[in-house]
């Protein structure tokens, strides 16, 4: 087939001509068949003959087209393969040929000239020789005696870092490399379960910090709920105390307007959460004091509800009461008359108290006795030593009682003779006074209990002398 002959590609030597030797190839072997086509085409028509078997040139030209396919493969393999540069930026003609692309790409189009080009960045073409300084290697002995002394690293090797080292056959791969001191830390990790991380993360500010820097950013929201809805007032307070007692120490001006704005709130506080009652009373009594002076009616309601409160208070903080005895006695002489009992509780559990208002506040001790002596006689009968000091500590009180409520000293010397003749035999200045402001007193009593007088004659007979020379005159008896 001379056609073929004469479409033979020509062979080079450059490695970097192959991928055009075989386009050239190719592009021979497909111009051979079409020629061959039209020829035996021609010669059918003019001779009438069959056709030529072309199947042995369709097999070369398929193999062909798989060599180059394999070809091709393996010259981009090999550009991959190469170690790329950065590009030069200096377009100097001395230098321009320095420095090779970092984007080297090979250009697999026909040329125009019939060279491949091996372009750069920028048409740029690729440095040749070494692009970096020479490294030490292991040498070609050491690897085939391992026993020889290995070259020694110098500070520049070790520059280059471990990694470096080994690929260059200073450190063996197998070496067991320990670095001191060592880059990693090793420290026992704490483990938490996953669902605490959920819980720190839906974790949202307590209740009572909201509501206290509401109450104290902004008292009038505050005044203003408790004015509309007093149910959540309540409901905070049987809730979280806490804040109730946080609030009265540090804004008692809330709880006086509310004290005095909506009494009931506080009254239903003190019947539902009376701890919270006493704690506010003894750590901020003033709060308690300025209550009671601005709205009795609270204390008077309170009384009469829960008496248990108020004597725990008596009992626990009595400056209180001493404070409203004497600012206030009105509320006091209120309290004596709507519930007695307290009274009487509070002489029994804390006579100090009553002996302390007796001498502070003797007005209120005098109009208790006055409008309510069943209190002066249940004390008496109950707690004689506190009825005792009274009298030794004030014996004017006593007369004052004796003069202004008689009925009183008769009661109690019939019921209690003891205290009479203690009282008598203790401070018989009053024994005389008496005598002499009102004998018709000691008459009564001296019918009505002669026992008494006996007691008071044989123990100390100076009394009755006394008496008959102040009083000798019988018509007064």
């Known amino acids: 087939m001379p056609?073929?002959?004469?479409?033979?590609p020509a062979t080079g030597t450059n490695k970097w001509r192959t991928p055009h030797t075989v386009t050239s190839v190719q592009q021979d072997l497909l111009s051979l068949k079409e020629k061959l086509v039209s020829q035996n085409n021609t010669v059918n028509d003019a001779h009438g003959q069959g056709q030529f078997d072309i199947s042995a040139l369709e097999n070369a030209i398929k193999t062909t087209e798989d060599g180059i396919k394999v070809r091709t493969e393996q010259v981009l393999e090999q550009i991959n393969n190469r170690v790329l540069t950065l590009p030069i930026l200096d377009r100097d003609p001395k230098t321009q040929g320095a420095i090779g692309a970092l984007d080297t790409i090979w250009d697999s189009r026909p040329p125009g000239k019939g060279e491949p080009q091996f372009l750069g960045s920028g048409g740029i073409p690729p440095m040749k020789g070494m692009t970096t300084d020479l490294l030490t290697v292991l040498p070609a002995a050491n690897k085939v005696d391992p026993q020889l002394m290995p070259p020694a690293i110098t500070l520049g090797d070790a520059q280059k870092g471990i990694l470096s080292l080994v690929q260059r056959g200073l450190i063996p791969p197998t070496a067991n490399i320990t670095l001191e001191p060592s880059p990693v830390s090793l420290k026992v990790a704490l483990l938490h379960d996953p669902q605490d991380k959920e819980k720190d993360r839906n974790k949202t500010a307590p209740f009572s910090v909201i509501v206290l820097t509401v109450i104290l950013l902004c008292p009038v929201i505050v005044l203003t709920v408790v004015l509309l809805c007093p149910v959540s007032v309540v409901t905070v307070v049987l809730l979280c105390p806490v804040i109730v007692v946080t609030v009265v120490l540090l804004c008692p001006v809330i709880v006086v307007t509310v004290v005095l704005l909506c009494p009931v709130i506080v009254v239903t506080v003190v019947l539902l959460c009376p701890v919270t009652v006493v704690t506010v009373v003894l750590l901020c009594p003033v709060i308690v004091v300025t209550v009671v002076l601005l709205c009795p009616v609270i204390l008077v309601t309170v009384v009469l509800l829960c008496p248990v409160i108020v004597v725990t208070v008596v009992l626990l903080c009595p400056v209180i009461v001493l404070t409203?005895?004497?600012?206030?006695?009105?509320?006091?002489?209120?309290?004596?008359?709507?519930?007695?009992?307290?009274?009487?509780?509070?002489?029994?559990?804390?006579?100090?108290?009553?002996?302390?208002?007796?001498?502070?506040?003797?007005v209120i001790v005098l109009t208790v006795v006055l409008l309510c002596p069943v209190i002066v006689v249940t004390v008496v009968l109950l707690c004689p030593v506190t009825v005792v000091t009274v009298v030794l500590l004030c014996p004017v009180i006593v007369v004052t009682v004796v003069l202004l409520c008689p009925v009183i000293v008769v009661t109690v010397v019939l019921l209690c003779p003891v205290i009479v003749v203690t009282v008598l035999l203790l401070c018989p200045v009053i024994l005389v006074t008496v005598v002499l402001l009102c004998p018709v007193i000691v008459v009564t009593v001296v019918l009505l209990c002669p026992v008494i007088v006996l007691t008071v004659v044989l123990l100390c007979p100076v009394i009755v002398l006394t008496v008959v020379l102040l009083c000798p005159n019988p018509s007064l008896w």
């Open 324 to 362: 409203v005895v004497l600012l206030c006695p009105v509320i006091v002489v209120t309290v004596v008359l709507l519930c007695p009992v307290i009274v009487v509780t509070v002489v029994l559990l804390c006579p100090v108290i009553v002996v302390t208002v007796v001498l502070l506040c003797p």
């Open 3 to 8: 056609a073929l002959a004469n479409h033979q």
